[in-house]
């Protein structure tokens, strides 16, 4: 019967399963069934009430905008008319804040702010330079050392903190410089960025995805058959003769082929275990990619003690402790008279605050907040703290390329297994990490999975050439970070 024995199941209901599934029953494959482990669909892109008004616990900004090429999210959002906003970075040297309070000078903050525009420039060219002169990957701290232009001031920490930590949800050390340094998402979509506020949720672009070819009812809800909420996959088992798949409530679903669209961090867990496990050279792979964890705090208050208007959405405090409530955004703009702050942490910071109860981290907040404006002002009245790295169904935020990853190490990421097909944002070569990346590597995991169906394609060489490598076993006792 329909739905017991599809095509194709779909394992996560995310922006890349839905967009796979989409692409897939666009081809004819209409035999599919979604198995997704929360009562929602969306996944990264999550909307929640906090204080009267409804923010994103997930993903905020539509990236790469006013650009040569269009973003397909871009496009969507416009389409459903979304509420978005144009978030203006570049007068940050006139809201850098001190350890102690008070702003910088904002000649001396400028002259900073230059001198990380001035490397970033540099290094994109050395990055270029690397690739043409087939040289290894080097990190972004290694492009600070070569141009010695290593922050090491508070303020020079900031705002690099600002810059990459931002964006890529890890530090420099971290981060390769071959595959961030120009970020493809800018370079062909343009450099602007969209903070979505609008109380149906940014992940009503997902809603509009599922829409295009699940069914809805009266009421415009999706009502699918092919869409099974609160499914927790815990096992894979896969063969030349199809896939059985099992969820946590004991149910069992069988199928010819599964594409699998949960985030890296999952798969770097035992939560869903392959039957036969995985192939060394596939976990090696899978374990070397990063899943950054990115942790946005709300914070309302009875009433602003910060300015507002131009030129005053972003500040940074420049604390001695790098990445100590660095980065912070006023809402004035997106949510008139709610009095919200954001304020945003990253990697370890993020971990740690995971860690520790709200009021903790409210007080924390407080204690910043004082040092930045005085004795004088209010104390917060409500908090949001989402909790990405602890949850089992994410396990971080997105992906970040590591420095020396290679691309032939990249490509065994997305690479199918027997019948088992891999999507989501980190298989996006070009895009990974951001929502754009989720939606098009669906499309291209569906494709190669539609070759295979229907033209009897499957596992072309691209995928097989690496697979006799000699790899290490992965461990099977993890060494979990404790703080
Ligand atoms: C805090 C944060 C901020 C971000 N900011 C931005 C931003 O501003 N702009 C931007 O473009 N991107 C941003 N991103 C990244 C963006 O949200 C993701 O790249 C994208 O949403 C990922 O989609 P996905 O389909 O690959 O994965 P997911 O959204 O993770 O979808 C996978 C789905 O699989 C489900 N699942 C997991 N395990 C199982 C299981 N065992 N069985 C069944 N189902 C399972 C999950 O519940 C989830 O619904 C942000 C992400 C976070 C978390």
């Given at each position: 019967?329909?739905?017991?024995?599809?095509?194709?199941?779909?394992?996560?209901?995310?922006?890349?399963?839905?967009?796979?599934?989409?692409?897939?029953?666009?081809?004819?494959?209409?035999?599919?069934?979604?198995?997704?482990?929360?009562?929602?669909?969306?996944?990264?892109?999550?909307?929640?009430?906090?204080?009267?008004?409804?923010?994103?616990?997930?993903?905020?900004?539509?990236?790469?905008?006013?650009?040569?090429?269009?973003?397909?999210?871009?496009?969507?959002?416009?389409?459903?008319?979304?509420?978005?906003?144009?978030?203006?970075?570049?007068?940050?040297?006139?809201?850098?804040?001190?350890?102690?309070?008070?702003?910088?000078?904002?000649?001396?903050?400028?002259?900073?702010?230059?001198?990380?525009?001035?490397?970033?420039?540099?290094?994109?060219?050395?990055?270029?330079?690397?690739?043409?002169?087939?040289?290894?990957?080097?990190?972004?701290?290694?492009?600070?050392?070569?141009?010695?232009?290593?922050?090491?001031?508070?303020?020079?920490?900031?705002?690099?903190?600002?810059?990459?930590?931002?964006?890529?949800?890890?530090?420099?050390?971290?981060?390769?410089?071959?595959?961030?340094?120009?970020?493809?998402?800018?370079?062909?979509?343009?450099?602007?960025?969209?903070?979505?506020?609008?109380?149906?949720?940014?992940?009503?672009?997902?809603?509009?995805?599922?829409?295009?070819?699940?069914?809805?009812?009266?009421?415009?809800?999706?009502?699918?058959?092919?869409?099974?909420?609160?499914?927790?996959?815990?096992?894979?088992?896969?063969?030349?003769?199809?896939?059985?798949?099992?969820?946590?409530?004991?149910?069992?679903?069988?199928?010819?082929?599964?594409?699998?669209?949960?985030?890296?961090?999952?798969?770097?867990?035992?939560?869903?275990?392959?039957?036969?496990?995985?192939?060394?050279?596939?976990?090696?792979?899978?374990?070397?990619?990063?899943?950054?964890?990115?942790?946005?705090?709300?914070?309302?208050?009875?009433?602003?003690?910060?300015?507002?208007?131009?030129?005053?959405?972003?500040?940074?405090?420049?604390?001695?402790?790098?990445?100590?409530?660095?980065?912070?955004?006023?809402?004035?703009?997106?949510?008139?008279?709610?009095?919200?702050?954001?304020?945003?942490?990253?990697?370890?910071?993020?971990?740690?605050?995971?860690?520790?109860?709200?009021?903790?981290?409210?007080?924390?907040?407080?204690?910043?907040?004082?040092?930045?404006?005085?004795?004088?002002?209010?104390?917060?009245?409500?908090?949001?703290?989402?909790?990405?790295?602890?949850?089992?169904?994410?396990?971080?935020?997105?992906?970040?390329?590591?420095?020396?990853?290679?691309?032939?190490?990249?490509?065994?990421?997305?690479?199918?297994?027997?019948?088992?097909?891999?999507?989501?944002?980190?298989?996006?070569?070009?895009?990974?990490?951001?929502?754009?990346?989720?939606?098009?590597?669906?499309?291209?995991?569906?494709?190669?999975?539609?070759?295979?169906?229907?033209?009897?394609?499957?596992?072309?060489?691209?995928d097989q050439v690496f697979q006799d490598e000699n790899v290490p076993v992965r461990e099977e006792q993890r060494m979990v970070a404790t703080y």
């Amino acid at each position: 019967s329909r739905g017991l024995s599809p095509t194709v199941i779909v394992i996560g209901a995310g922006m890349s399963g839905i967009s796979a599934a989409k692409t897939l029953s666009e081809a004819g494959i209409k035999d599919i069934l979604i198995l997704e482990a929360t009562h929602r669909i969306g996944g990264r892109i999550k909307k929640t009430k906090f204080s009267g008004v409804f923010v994103e616990m997930g993903a905020n900004w539509v990236e790469g905008v006013n650009g040569k090429e269009v973003n397909p999210i871009w496009t969507m959002a416009n389409e459903i008319g979304l509420k978005s906003y144009r978030s203006e970075l570049r007068n940050i040297a006139s809201n850098v804040y001190k350890q102690s309070g008070g702003l910088y000078n904002e000649s001396e903050a400028q002259k900073v702010v230059d001198s990380a525009e001035e490397f970033f420039n540099f290094s994109a060219n050395v990055s270029v330079s690397l690739l043409r002169n087939g040289v290894e990957d080097i990190s972004i701290l290694t492009a600070e050392r070569l141009r010695h232009k290593v922050p090491s001031t508070p303020i020079e920490k900031a705002l690099e903190y600002f810059r990459y930590d931002s964006q890529q949800g890890e530090p420099p050390r971290l981060t390769s410089l071959r595959n961030t340094a120009p970020l493809p998402t800018f370079a062909d979509f343009g450099d602007d960025i969209y903070f979505v506020a609008d109380s149906r949720g940014y992940e009503s672009v997902v809603h509009y995805v599922a829409k295009e070819f699940l069914t809805t009812n009266k009421a415009g809800e999706i009502k699918d058959p092919r869409l099974m909420l609160n499914k927790v996959v815990t096992e894979i088992h896969y063969s030349g003769k199809g896939i059985i798949v099992k969820s946590e409530d004991g149910g069992v679903y069988k199928a010819e082929y599964v594409m699998v669209s949960t985030s890296i961090g999952v798969l770097q867990t035992d939560l869903i275990s392959f039957v036969p496990p995985l192939p060394d050279w596939k976990l090696l792979a899978l374990d070397q990619f990063d899943l950054s964890v990115y942790t946005k705090i709300f914070i309302k208050f009875p009433y602003k003690f910060w300015s507002t208007g131009n030129g005053t959405e972003f500040f940074v405090y420049a604390h001695e402790r790098r990445g100590y409530y660095t980065n912070w955004q006023q809402l004035e703009n997106e949510y008139p008279g709610a009095n919200l702050l954001l304020v945003t942490l990253t990697d370890d910071e993020s971990r740690r605050i995971e860690q520790q109860s709200d009021s903790k981290t409210k007080s924390e907040i407080m204690e910043v907040l004082r040092n930045m404006f005085g004795d004088d002002i209010p104390e917060a009245t409500d908090i949001l703290v989402p909790r990405w790295w602890s949850d089992r169904f994410y396990k971080g935020c997105f992906s970040n390329w590591p420095v020396g990853l290679t691309r032939h190490r990249f490509n065994q990421i997305k690479s199918p297994v027997d019948r088992v097909y891999f999507t989501g944002e980190h298989t996006s070569e070009k895009y990974f990490g951001y929502v754009h990346g989720a939606y098009l590597a669906g499309i291209d995991s569906a494709n190669s999975l539609i070759n295979c169906v229907k033209k009897k394609v499957c596992n072309p060489k691209d995928d097989q050439v690496f697979q006799d490598e000699n790899v290490p076993v992965r461990e099977e006792q993890r060494m979990v970070a404790t703080y």
